[in-house]
């Protein structure tokens, strides 16, 4: 499977941006997806996973403010990010977890000027 994630782009502290991740074929419900991140000079960090029959797990740093959901009809993934502080620039990698193996996708770069 290929994962195509968009949406990062340059924006103010206190906006929001909202990241997809257009997968190349159907993934089912009961698969894990998630979005990492990697800031410039740092390792890269989980920020949020979802899976159908449980609740979505979030990053202290962004909990109360990203939310992740999914659209299995458009086979994508979805994050929405408000409330941006500038500790969330990076580039943003969504991840499917799948029994043939862990795919990710390329990443997008969100960057929140201060």
């Known amino acids: 499977v290929q994962l195509q994630a968009s949406g990062g782009g340059l924006v103010q502290a206190g906006g929001s941006l909202r990241l997809s991740c257009a997968a190349s074929r159907t993934i089912h419900s009961s698969v894990v997806m998630g979005w990492y991140r990697q800031a410039p000079g740092k390792q890269r960090e989980f920020v949020a996973s979802?899976?159908?029959?449980?609740?979505?797990n979030y990053a202290d740093s962004v909990q109360g403010r990203f939310t992740i959901s999914r659209d299995n009809a458009k086979n994508t993934l979805y994050l929405q990010m408000n409330s941006l502080k500038p500790d969330d620039t990076g580039v943003y990698h969504c991840?499917?977890?799948?029994?043939?193996?862990?795919?990710w996708g390329q990443g997008t770069l969100v960057t929140v000027s201060s």
């Open positions: 991840k499917a977890n799948l029994p043939s193996g862990h795919y």
């Open positions: 979802i899976r159908s029959g449980r609740d979505p």
